[in-house]
């Protein structure tokens, strides 16, 4: 459980962001973060059902960014953080993660959805047959690198997110507290 201090910071946060993330959320996120003020922690709140994981990793290494300039960000997922959600908060380290009573974090695989029409000469079908498979392998690289993020300094294996993920993996925020995936519940 966080200290007296630390939860009276966590319930206002600065930045609040529901909804799917999306260009939409990104813009919000930049608007609010450009209005924040410049000293003491900044608490980031959001709510999301999920969305685009590459807006979602953007946003993750613009908290990056600003933590290695020394800022204090601190994130505080409310009622649900499903998929993108879950990729922005590994943009935190366990340290800065909070969730209230309630909440559920949901980590699932990247989809894909997409038809491969083949026309033109043979070699040219092989290329794009190529090009489809490199998007493939480079998406699961970039999807284990999220889930690294998130697992890291936690109870959690990469592993065990892994084997998990496919089957939409739901965690309350008891159990992330537990496993060691969040600093607190509030």
Not at 47 to 71: F, S, V, W
Not at 140 to 149: D, R, T, V, Y
């Amino acid at each position: 459980m966080p200290d007296i201090d630390q939860t009276t910071v966590l319930t206002s946060p600065q930045l609040r962001l529901v909804g799917g993330v999306d260009e939409a959320m990104y813009n919000e996120f930049r608007r609010q973060l450009g209005a924040a003020p410049d000293d003491g922690p900044l608490v980031i709140n959001i709510t999301t059902l999920g969305g685009n994981p590459e807006i979602a990793r953007c946003m993750a290494d613009d908290i990056r960014l600003l933590r290695e300039a020394k800022r204090e960000l601190l994130f505080l997922g409310k009622a649900a953080v499903y998929s993108a959600g879950a990729t922005f908060m590994a943009g935190f380290p366990v340290s800065a993660r909070y969730l209230t009573k309630g909440t559920r974090l949901m980590v699932h695989e990247r989809h894909l959805s997409k038809t491969i029409n083949l026309s033109g000469p043979l070699r040219s079908c092989t290329d794009q047959l190529k090009a489809a498979l490199h998007e493939i392998e480079h998406s699961i690289n970039i999807e284990e690198e999220g889930f690294s993020a998130l697992c890291d300094g936690s109870d959690v294996s990469f592993d065990e997110i892994r084997s998990k993920a496919p089957d939409n993996w739901y965690i309350p925020a008891d159990e992330a507290l537990d496993r060691g995936l969040i600093a607190g519940v509030i």
